[in-house]
């Protein structure tokens, strides 16, 4: 009973490299999301998926690019890391983002970039 | 501007005794309302949650009162447990982007034995 697994768990970059995180849901659900958590911050929506083949944009999308190629995996992408990318990354799924439903996240990776 | 305010960065409580966290909101077209309790180096989990067209739900020691008028929510925990030492999120939905959860910043309890 997986769940919502995220690779990897840390991770450094130095600035100017590029790197994708791997979300996997095992549950079929249809949403999918990638947030961020920095201190202070509470979590901020990054980029969304409603479904396999589309993707959509949150609160703070620069610097990153998602794919949604199949149902169960949403990859987050950066092209050019920069320190301000420095934070905690968690991947969360729902089944059809209707108004009572919660979110399931994962465990989180941590990334820093020098 | 943030939507979902959690002011209390952080709460102390003893053992045994009530933790109160509180939650306030801008955005009237909020209507569902989540609570999310996050240990170290482990993602944010579902505690409990509340429709707005209710004032109160209840699952065991963990109770989340809502006050539309006031615009303000709270995390009841009676009795506290060392374990439920965390961080918890609070957070909304609604407006038009239902499936999408606006987050607070956060309140760290400490519940100490």
């Known amino acids: 009973n997986a769940g919502v697994t995220q690779t990897p768990k840390f991770r450094v970059l130095k600035t100017g490299q590029s790197m994708t995180l791997l979300c996997a849901q095992d549950?079929?659900?249809?949403?999918m999301y990638w947030y961020r958590q920095d201190p202070g911050m509470g979590l901020r929506l990054i980029h969304y998926s409603v479904g396999e083949g589309t993707t959509a944009k949150g609160e703070v999308p620069d610097g990153y690019n998602v794919s949604r190629l199949k149902k169960q995996n949403f990859l987050l992408g950066l092209e050019s890391a920069a320190p301000s990318q420095t934070s905690v990354y968690f991947c969360?799924?729902?089944?059809?983002?209707?108004?009572?439903?919660?979110?399931?996240f994962g465990s989180g990776t941590q990334l820093s970039v020098l | 501007d943030q939507q979902v305010k959690q002011n209390s960065p952080s709460l102390s409580v003893q053992e045994g005794r009530i933790s109160i966290l509180n939650c306030d909101y801008t955005n009237s077209m909020f209507d569902y309302f989540l609570w999310y309790k996050k240990y170290p180096a482990e993602g944010p989990t579902f505690l409990i949650s509340i429709s707005s067209i209710k004032d109160k739900n209840e699952d065991g020691r963990f109770t989340v009162f809502l006050n539309k008028s006031a615009k303000h929510l709270s995390l009841h925990i009676v009795p506290s447990q060392p374990g439920d030492s965390a961080v918890y999120f609070c957070a909304a939905k609604g407006g038009g982007s239902n499936y999408k959860l606006t987050f607070g910043k956060g309140t760290l309890l400490t519940v100490n034995p």
């Open positions: 549950m079929n659900h249809e949403y």
């Open positions: 969360a799924s729902s089944y059809y983002g209707q108004e009572n439903e919660k979110l399931f």
